[in-house]
């Protein structure tokens, strides 16, 4: 036995390393009260992601007091669990709301810029960085798997988007408008947009969006208050021919997946919502998707995507404290 031909060894390390290179792992998550403690960065390890994105709500931090936002980011960022969770894997994200300074904030607010310098310098993103010098935090970035990629599409949903349309009946706290000229993403991100995805080579390419993309229904934010920036979305995904789009999605402190066709169309666009890392909506008890598959999760929770390059398909989790799994979806393209 101690004399195994080489021939037959040879062969064992490179099955090994192809299969490794077949699987991405992507951990996802959004909401964490920087006051609140984080339960799910163990558990989070636990699923040993290649990456960890945020969905938004990095911090609470709603105000005109730049002083205040850097203080609250810099007491985060030192805090010794997320400090040892920063060692062991790649960050990237997008903010929300409260990151952003100001509660279902849109392109008014004053101290954008501020706060977007704020953000860049909680992701380390040096100075001569080309996101230093443009407005609006969206960026992306590839990941190689093997002979494969996985392209991360990361929006701002923040620093263009218009007013929203106030229910007048009270009911809600939005309804979708018919005003056309309205925007979510602006000209500029839109055009960058459909650049990166005409131009991706990916065998997946994931947008994050800090509101939901699919869920439309509930009179909260979601794209849906803007039916012709949706549809402008799923137009750009047919024509652009990017392969496996899926959407990330947080903001509602609840998670839930969503999914549907697109007409005339092969795809399956879902959108993977997970919210509430630090609190969550627990006093939830239904509100009408007619995209979700399977149940709504109102425990805190995050979000992994386990994709295989070889199958072709990606699987959704929803899991929460001491890595419970709560909830489990395939999309196969
Ligand atoms: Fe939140």
Not at 173 to 195: F, V
């Amino acid at each position: 036995m101690r004399n195994i031909p080489l021939i037959l060894v040879i062969p064992l390390i490179i099955t090994f390393s192809c299969n490794k290179d077949e699987k991405f792992v992507l951990s996802f998550g959004s909401c964490n009260n920087q006051n609140l403690p984080n339960p799910m960065w163990k558990p989070i390890l636990e699923n040993d992601p290649d990456v960890f994105i945020w969905g938004g709500d990095i911090i609470y931090s709603d105000t005109y007091d730049m002083n205040l936002m850097k203080h609250n980011y810099n007491r985060f960022k030192n805090d010794s669990s997320y400090a040892y969770f920063r060692e062991q894997t790649e960050i990237m994200g997008v903010w929300d709301d409260h990151d952003y300074g100001l509660n279902d904030g849109g392109v008014h607010y004053s101290k954008k810029d501020s706060a977007q310098s704020l953000f860049l310098d909680f992701f380390d993103v040096d100075l001569e960085n080309p996101r230093r010098n443009r407005q609006g935090i969206y960026h992306s970035r590839v990941f190689k798997t093997g002979g494969s990629s996985i392209k991360i599409i990361l929006l701002d949903t923040r620093f263009f988007r218009s007013d929203l349309e106030k229910d007048p009946s009270g009911k809600k706290r939005y309804i979708p408008t018919s005003n056309t000229e309205s925007t979510m993403l602006g000209e500029k991100q839109w055009a960058w947009l459909q650049s990166e995805l005409e131009n991706s080579t990916s065998q997946f390419n994931v947008i994050v969006s800090s509101i939901q993309f699919l869920s439309k229904e509930h009179g909260f934010e979601t794209w849906g208050n803007m039916p012709h920036e949706v549809k402008r979305m799923i137009d750009l995904i047919k024509s652009s021919k990017a392969r496996g789009v899926i959407f990330l999605s947080g903001d509602r402190h609840i998670a839930e997946i969503s999914s549907t066709g697109i007409e005339n169309s092969e795809i399956e666009l879902a959108d993977v919502t997970s919210s509430g890392m630090t609190h969550s909506y627990e006093s939830f008890t239904s509100e009408p998707n007619a995209y979700r598959v399977g149940k709504v999760i109102s425990e805190k929770n995050f979000a992994v995507l386990r994709f295989d390059m070889k199958k072709n398909q990606i699987t959704a989790e929803i899991r929460g404290e001491e890595n419970i799994l709560f909830e489990q979806y395939v999309v196969k393209y």
